[in-house]
């Protein structure tokens, strides 16, 4: 999984290399939230080859796998990790797509160090990063980088909606994240829609009824 970064720092050896990732895009609720962890090219092969050797695509791995990892990456001298998110008023207000590339724009920019020299992206091209960026489809099972963003990512939007729950337990944010299951749209028709709901998506829209504090 270091094949796209080897490339990358056998010719910019000293350069700041990140991977970029969110969570949260088809979600009903919440925010989407985009992680970017930076690491020298000597501490990400301790770790691929070490405590992270089973590190993957975020959504392959349980939530106790994401929680562990990602304090891992917390505790490593030398990992910067960096959170953006972009909550649901903004994607209601200019599209899930551009609230998503600005969720990782605020993450490069939250690097504890600076903004990198280049970004691994998983998925399509994202414009509006304030560095270089190579995109990769499926990123978060190529790239190391892309991830560990992929666990940051996510595990920092699932602690986000299990705070949600405790605001509106009816909805049982904390069991689905605010994915469209079930069980979430049966809430949808029986309560109608909270403060933290997506107005813009299709079935939030069609059940909408006005929230009861």
Known sequence: MLSYETRFWSSSPTARLAGVDEAGRGSLAGPVVAGAV???PEIAKGLREGLLACLNDSKQLSAGQRDEYLGILSCTDGVEIGIGIA????IDGINILRATHLAMKRA???LPHGVPTHALVDGLPVRGLPCGSTAIVKGDSKSFLIAAA???AKTTRD???CEMDLLYPE???AKHKGYPTPEHLEAL?????CP???HSYAPVAALDQPFLF
């Open 150 to 152: 992929s666990v940051a």
């Open 38 to 40: 930076l690491m020298s």
């Open 196 to 198: 933290i709901h997506r």
């Open 87 to 90: 909550d649901n008023t903004e």
């Open 189 to 193: 028709r029986i309560h109608g829609s």
């Open 171 to 173: 909805y049982c944010f």
């Open 108 to 110: 490069v920019e939250n």
């Open 159 to 161: 602690r986000i909606m």
